[in-house]
């Protein structure tokens, strides 16, 4: 069967042989008079996409494609949906797909922090259980809510990263109110890191870029970060404790750590954000009497709301946001060897996944 009966999907079909992503297809759920379908161009891998592959995360159904963030064309709308959505516009589909509209995180404009949040995967819609595949399929079927129309000038290949990544890089720059002068530290040069270096660095912040060692401070620089700091050199720390008024963590575990040594870079009252999602279980040492001491403050920020997501794709237009990104034919092998390839880090720093009409062809 092909669209709209059932939609085409590649990625894990067995957890334990996860490297080796298979091609299935899924029926996906009703469609309702507020939901699109997105026939799919491209997708950036996230390093969620890898937690989720991997069992990181437990393995609670397969198969899934992972992958949410997501370009193509609306081929069908609902008489309900958004308005400014038509057929044959380009949007964008981030980690979410599906949300109540009616608890108080919705009504608060924060609709990612939802009750009845549905993730693009690992996500399980109420009225039907049907789980969310992901966005490495021929279409996908979501509430028009969280499809945003992406502005002529962004590039599919460079703005599909900003879907999860660049948001979720940006939101908390806005919630921190980051602006021209504003001192931001971002732990973690990698996909999301980066991305937010372009971001802080448009806002007008002083940016500092934080890493353990040497080997990513000339693509910090490049990026436009002001400072670097390794946090392997004792020396490197100590020259900038207290200079800091936000730090966005974007690194992606801290099990083996602990953030005194980074809570020092921040200025009285500063703020410490986490925004990577880490293994599931994971644990981490947190000393209250160092948050007291100096007054700080440590918050969590997930991707960002559909208010957000709209104001950063005109940010992005505007100031011309551009990841770094590698792009790759989507087909099972060469997504086996994208994830791959970012579990050892060897990504500059984002790869979008691209050709999807030609791999689905049949869909
Ligand atoms: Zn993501
Ligand atoms: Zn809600």
Redesign the pocket.
């Known amino acids: 069967m092909v669209y709209p009966e059932t939609f085409q999907a590649v990625g894990v079909v067995d957890y334990d042989d996860y490297h080796n992503p298979k091609r299935f297809e899924y029926k996906p759920q009703k469609f309702r008079d507020y939901d699109v379908d997105v026939k799919i161009e491209a997708c950036g891998v996230c390093g969620s996409d890898i937690h989720a592959a991997s069992g990181n995360w437990g393995r609670p159904y397969a198969p899934v494609a992972v992958g949410h963030e997501i370009i193509g064309t609306i081929v069908k709308i609902g008489p309900k949906a958004k308005s400014g959505l038509k057929i044959g516009d380009r949007v964008g589909i981030g980690a979410q797909c599906d949300?109540?509209?009616?608890?108080?995180?919705?009504?608060d404009n924060t609709?990612q922090?939802?009750?009845?949040?549905v993730g693009t995967y690992f996500g399980t819609y109420k009225e039907s259980g049907l789980h969310t595949i992901g966005g490495n399929a021929s279409h996908i079927r979501v509430n028009s809510k969280l499809a945003f129309k992406i502005p002529d000038d962004l590039e599919t290949k460079y703005v599909a990263p900003l879907l999860c990544g660049g948001i979720t890089g940006f939101s908390p720059l806005l919630k921190n109110n980051v602006k021209k002068g504003t001192k931001v530290g971002i732990i973690g040069i990698g996909g999301i890191g980066h991305m937010t270096i372009l971001f802080a660095k448009a806002l007008g912040a002083e940016v500092t870029a934080i890493s353990r060692g040497r080997s990513k401070e000339s693509d910090a620089k490049q990026l436009g970060a002001d400072h670097y700091i390794a946090t392997s050199e004792p020396e490197s720390l100590k020259k900038a404790v207290r200079t800091l008024d936000l730090i966005v963590s974007t690194s992606n575990s801290f099990s083996q750590t602990t953030l005194t040594p980074v809570l020092k870079l921040l200025k009285a009252s500063g703020t410490f954000s986490f925004i990577t999602a880490p293994p599931e279980k994971e644990k981490m040492e947190l000393i209250p009497m160092e948050l007291i001491s100096s007054g700080y403050g440590v918050q969590g920020s997930m991707i960002g709301s559909p208010k957000n997501i709209e104001y950063m794709l005109d940010f992005a237009s505007k100031h011309k946001i551009k990841p770094w990104v590698e792009t790759i034919e989507i087909n099972e092998k060469n997504l086996g060897d994208a994830w791959k390839r970012m579990e050892d880090g060897d990504v500059h720093y984002r790869f979008t996944m691209v050709g999807y009409d030609k791999f689905f062809k049949n869909a």
Do not use: Q, R
């Open positions: 949300c109540d509209s009616t608890c108080s995180a919705c009504k609709e922090y939802c009750e009845n949040s």
